[in-house]
């Protein structure tokens, strides 16, 4: 039986490469002791602040929002904890997939664990077991406004903490009770200002936001071998991409896509031919532009996630070191509506240039048949995966409006700006899979087209990986049935293996 790692918390920095490990089913958490001396601290620290003051303390000995001049007695600070739990679940609509709950379940302990929040130790625990034990909390994808925090998702996520809600636990559905009762665990006695600290923070937005991040990345790669590839079978011209033309325009997106698309075309038969075209169209000749742009996008949407990951968002946050309790704004999640903007807007691009070279692989030019099939009239061959892709490129386009530029007021206007970064997070998500989908038809062509070059190659890596897509989708001779070689792409492109130089 293969052991499971640990990821141990701790108080340092974290990276996408431990996002990368925590989304491994395998993976399990561990409390540091530095973490757990934090919290015990925090919270000592709370319980007597709230024993020898008097002073109302937001959320904490008042009521929330716009109740924040309601005071509570000290013998109702839990009740007023688990009220707002219960009261903030309010989600709607699907619900969010089990990986990234699982992330956000990590991101929450890694919030908690700075020890600037007042949770108690078994709080934080708790939710490790639920991680360690894939007891999967049910989270639906609407209820936050990106402002106050993920209230509605975090409210689902912290509801198994004290026996309601439901979880996903071996395979099945069923009330966190049911769970908590089998595992011999009695629901959490939330006490002051934990309901809070669970419920203010920016982890559906950051999960998400790391989830893509990690994912764009990729998709962003195979943009680029794809892209090779169209280019090489459409009888392309390489001159675009020389080093020159890149280093008097320096972007880094731009230099490094046109640096990747020479080494994936060193030794192909197809480039190396002298081509009739003075020159290609724009979807070919500006791929080091557009492609790169969406780079640059991507590093950055990167850095503001970096930077999330390893943050505190709840409210008020407390620095027993300093004797304070400050109530602010770490949950308001502008800087990740902004990026997840600027994130849909560069997938979109790319699936946009993408269906552009498809459009033009069809078109019967350069030698190539039209629709890229022996015979076509009698057959449609590749006409229709064009318009597939083509409905999701308008698709896309349409979800690339800006969500962060909107805001709605709530809580009889306490809340009065709110970022919309949830929402922006589910139009991301919804065009990073239509990207998906996108690439895996311009392969679909590119590939058929190849086939119409031969005996000419293409390069060695490129012929290497053509070969391993041809295992799954093979050459169309006559019209088909398609829609399940566009499935086979897709699984293709999630599960490839690419040794590619580093940059």
Known sequence: MKKPSVHVISPGEIGFDTIQTILNPDTKLELSDECRKRINRCRKYLDERIERSSEPLYGITTGFGSLCDRS??????????????????????????????????????QSLAYGNSGVQ????????????????????????????????PLAHLSL??????EVYAEGRKVSSREVLKKMGWQPVELQSKEGLALLNGTQFMSAYGAYLTL??????LLADVIGALSLDVYDGRIEPFHSLVQEIRPHGGQIETARRIRWLLEGSELIARKGKAVQDPY????????????????LYVASVF???????????????DEDLIISAGNFHGQPLALALDNLCIAMAELGNISERRIYQLLSGKRGLPPFLVAN??????????QYTAAAMVSHNKQLATPASVDSIETSQGQEDHVSMGATAALKAYQIMENLERILAIELYNA????????????????ENFVAEYRRQVHFVENDKTMYQDIFRSVEFLRNVKMSLPDE
Request: proline share 8%; aromatic share 8%; charged share 15%.
């Open 160 to 165: 198994p903490l004290i026996g309601l809600g």
């Open 283 to 298: 979807s070919f000749r500006c791929i080091p532009q557009v492609h790169g742009a969406s780079k640059d996008s991507i």
């Open 121 to 152: 130790t078994a709080t934080v625990q708790r939710l490790t077991d639920f991680f360690n034990h894939d007891i999967i909390p049910v989270v639906y994808q609407y209820g936050s406004l990106g402002a106050s925090g993920d209230l509605a």
């Open 447 to 462: 590939a058929q087209a190849l086939d119409f070059r031969r005996p000419l190659k293409t390069s060695p890596w490129l």
């Open 376 to 385: 076509p009239g009698l057959n449609s061959g590749f006409m229709i995966p």
């Open 72 to 109: 509570i007695s000290r013998a109702e600070l839990g009740t007023l904890q688990e009220n707002l739990v219960k009261s903030h679940a309010c989600g709607t609509g699907p619900e969010v997939p089990s990986e990234l709950v699982r992330l956000m379940l990590f991101l929450k302990i």
């Open 215 to 220: 994912h764009v990345s990729r998709l962003s």
């Open 306 to 320: 970096r930077n999330e990951i390893n943050s505190v968002t709840d409210n008020p946050t407390i620095f027993p």
